[in-house]
């Protein structure tokens, strides 16, 4: 490789392809792989670690549950709560996954983990009814103020906050599926997350109204 000091460019051939100079003969120092990172090799380590705890405890308290008390099936108390912990850590603690993709998936994680523990403690509902609309309204405040204190990130968000919008009305499709019965906390997550769209329209710079336009396909 040739260099051109002009230009700053490195290049194969003996002209900058820019300024079309005679380029010198030093030569680049080219890495045949990206330097390996200790973090990284730490970081699956972790993970294999807490894997293995969540299956001991699992595999643990499975094996008790049907030696001393066949009929009653309390281990989904306990795999619940350790498989959404297990998630937690390796996807939203150690990970470098994205902001928004770590709320988005706090959110199905721990709606998922909530509806475990109700059908095992007798499925009464509680889970759908309220505790996952309002989940779906505190997610979708979090990304907006994120939004708002980040407004140059503002793109990176955009297809969280619509993801979050679309989740908003979900409580409401569980309602008319009947797998839910009480309307009013279905019904204030739709239309926060209807607001929220519309509020992002109102106030939205002409650049990201395009964007918003271009992703919905008006």
């Not at 998922?112 to 505790?131: E, F, K, P």
Request: with cysteine; proline share 4%.
């Amino acid at each position: 490789m040739h260099r051109c000091r002009n230009c700053s460019v490195w290049t194969a051939q003996q002209h900058c392809p820019l300024c079309k100079r005679q380029l010198t003969e030093e030569k680049a120092s080219l890495d045949t792989y990206p330097p390996y990172h200790l973090d990284s090799k730490l970081r699956n380590l972790k993970q294999r670690v807490f894997l293995f705890i969540a299956i001991f405890i699992i595999s643990s308290s499975l094996l008790i549950n049907l030696l001393t008390t066949p009929n009653e099936l309390w281990v989904f108390y306990i795999v619940g709560p350790v498989l959404y912990a297990l998630l937690c850590i390796n996807h939203t603690i150690l990970s470098k996954a994205h902001a928004g993709s770590k709320i988005i998936f706090q959110v199905l994680a721990l709606s998922a983990m909530l509806i475990v523990i109700d059908v095992t403690a007798g499925a009464t509902r509680w889970s759908v009814h309220y505790v996952i609309p309002f989940l779906v309204i505190v997610a979708t405040l979090i990304v907006t103020i994120i939004i708002l204190r980040k407004p140059m990130k503002w793109r990176e968000y955009l297809g969280y906050m619509m993801t979050m919008i679309v989740l908003g009305f979900m409580p409401v499709l569980l309602f008319l599926s009947t797998l839910s019965y009480v309307l009013w906390p279905s019904a204030i997550t739709a239309l926060y997350a209807l607001l929220t769209f519309i509020g992002m329209v109102l106030f939205a710079n002409k650049t990201m109204k395009n964007e918003i336009v271009r992703r919905f396909h008006f």
